[in-house]
């Protein structure tokens, strides 16, 4: 069983950044997706980005593309997102979700079946 769990998050001034981490364990696939997602309060979930390891390949949503990151640690199952220049509009509970998938990277929450706890990002002066 995959087990995530997310830190990282915090209140932080608009044109801040902040780094989200993940711990992951229990993979059993060679070939997985990762990615990190968020919900706004009132908002569904969306797909902020997603890595997939099969091809190497990312997703950016539009609204973080030149902004946000992910990367990870193989060595320490370690999956990050590195937010630079934060609006408030990026305000959210993010999460880290993982599955077995092979090919392209795709961020559809209803592809992903394990979930972190989820971490409070705030970009508020």
């Known amino acids: 069983q995959v087990q995530l769990v997310e830190s990282g998050g915090g209140l932080v001034q608009p044109g801040g950044s902040l780094r989200l981490s993940c711990a992951a364990s229990g993979f059993t696939s060679h070939y997985y997706a990762v990615g990190w997602f968020r919900q706004a309060p009132g908002k569904e979930r969306e797909g902020v980005s997603c890595?997939?390891?099969?091809?190497?390949?990312?997703y950016y949503t539009d609204s973080v593309k030149g902004r946000f990151t992910i990367f990870g640690d193989n060595a320490k199952n370690m999956v990050y997102l590195q937010m630079n220049n934060l609006k408030p509009e990026d305000t959210a509970i993010y999460y880290c979700?993982?599955?077995?998938?092979?090919?392209?990277?795709?961020?559809?929450?209803?592809?992903?079946?394990?979930w972190g706890q989820g971490t409070q990002v705030t970009v508020s002066s």
């Open positions: 890595y997939s390891s099969s091809d190497g390949s990312t």
């Open positions: 979700a993982a599955e077995r998938w092979f090919g392209q990277a795709v961020c559809v929450v209803s592809l992903f079946g394990s």
